[in-house]
């Protein structure tokens, strides 16, 4: 799908770090180097003040262990060099922009921004801002390579849990399944068209006089994700995007501009900018057809009716999913929701999104919620009706009926596993350096190879 990108807390870390830069006074010592990269004394501090900005409390962290944590993050970025993971300029100048753009939303302006942070210049500030990401960038991809190569198998998971202290097995919180029926507003005929026809002016206009697609695209696009750099995305055929969306670019060559075509988030255009071996670089525009007032009276009005069918035996909850919801991800599992962050079909209510929380948490078995709205993830209205299918109390954890969380916590320790051998053979054969009082830290890799 289409990722809607969010301001995160990688944004607050941004902040903090290039404002912990200016406002250094002394002249910073070396104490340490990997491969090519050099940790300096004040990098210690920005890292402290990047944990505070996420409210992590750090009286209990040493600067030993801190200077470890950089040690780390500067081996994967070396290693992702040597291992030739390339993040190209185009890559670290997108999220640049995303980061700026966010500093003057917060601050009012780009002369506001150099000035909080006492630099020189806008190309002083971005070329530091560069830097920043990149390395995260190299980080955060050798990291991924480490675990996605790690998988675990069934007798694995079983090892796991017969290794496990009865007296320390994990205890469950009080769950629940729940299923929903989503009814969306019907867009009409007319609708559709006019946003057809008013894409298929832009690429007349693009085509035929020259217009900027990359201008087109910040002013009419309305994907958030990617409107403010022109529509752009980089893809390859494993990119987690709509099929018709990756269809549609797959099929056109450097240069070419497509006809409007529909995915679930609305009409798009697509200008293919380069194609470089497996790797798409493009722009888009993504436009909605409005919906009007009456259509959206009409779905509730719907979601309601379904709800009365139910509540009076006419029909059962899952049978009304799969015959009248309109989320073909959900329908034909008679509406029952999945936990985006487990992959199962359980959602601990003391974890559970608030908004669903809300309407879910007081209904008793075989009630059925009224029909409330929400917004799908292209900002476009819906009504739902919702019930819960099941409840599972406060429990220890259960082999049989906990395999899939007790499948991601073996998971998880095969994959930390992995990344310590993948640490101590690395720092085997890297250079590392490390310099004064910090030679003297005890560390759980051996960064001094003793």
Known sequence: MILIKKISLFAAFLLVTISASAQKTKIDGVVGVVGDYVILDSDIDKTYLELKQQ?????????????????????????????SIVVTDTEVNQKLDE????????????????????????????????DIIKMNKLTSEMQKKIVDEVKITPEEVR???????????????????????????????????????QLKAFKKDIQENGASFFTKAVLYSEDPGSKNNGGYYKMNRKTQFVKEFKDVAFSLQEGEISEPFETEFGYHI???????G????LRHIVIAPKVPEAALKAAKEKAESIRTKILNKEITFAEAARTMSEEKETKNDGGV??????????????????????VVANLKDGEVSYAVSEDDRTGRKFYKIMTVTNRFNEHTADYSKDYIRLKELALKEK??????????????????KIN??????????NWLKK
Not at 340 to 357: G, V
Request: proline share 3%.
């Open 55 to 83: 409210g992590v409390e750090t009286k209990e962290i040493s600067r030993c262990q801190m200077f470890g944590k950089l040690l780390e993050d500067k081996l994967y970025a070396h290693q992702a060099i040597q291992d």
């Open 99 to 130: 980061q700026l753009n966010y500093m003057v939303e917060q601050l009012g302006s780009m002369e506001k921004v150099v000035q909080y942070f006492k630099k020189s210049s806008v190309e002083d500030f971005k070329t530091e801002l560069f």
């Open 159 to 197: 090892d796991f849990f017969k290794a496990i202290p009865k007296d320390d097995l994990p205890v469950f919180g009080a769950e629940m399944e729940v299923a929903q029926i989503v009814i969306k507003p019907e867009v009409s005929k007319e609708a559709k068209q006019a946003v057809i026809d």
């Open 270 to 276: 697509i200008q293919v900018d380069k194609i470089k």
């Open 278 to 281: 497996q790797d798409v670089e």
């Open 337 to 358: 929701l999945t936990n985006p962050k487990t992959q199962d079909t359980r959602f601990e209510l003391t974890k559970m999104d608030p908004a669903m929380y809300s």
């Open 415 to 432: 994959q930390l596993k992995a990344i310590a051998k993948w640490s101590e053979e690395k720092i085997k054969e890297t250079h590392i």
């Open 436 to 445: 004064g009082e910090y030679r003297d830290c005890t560390y759980t890799n």
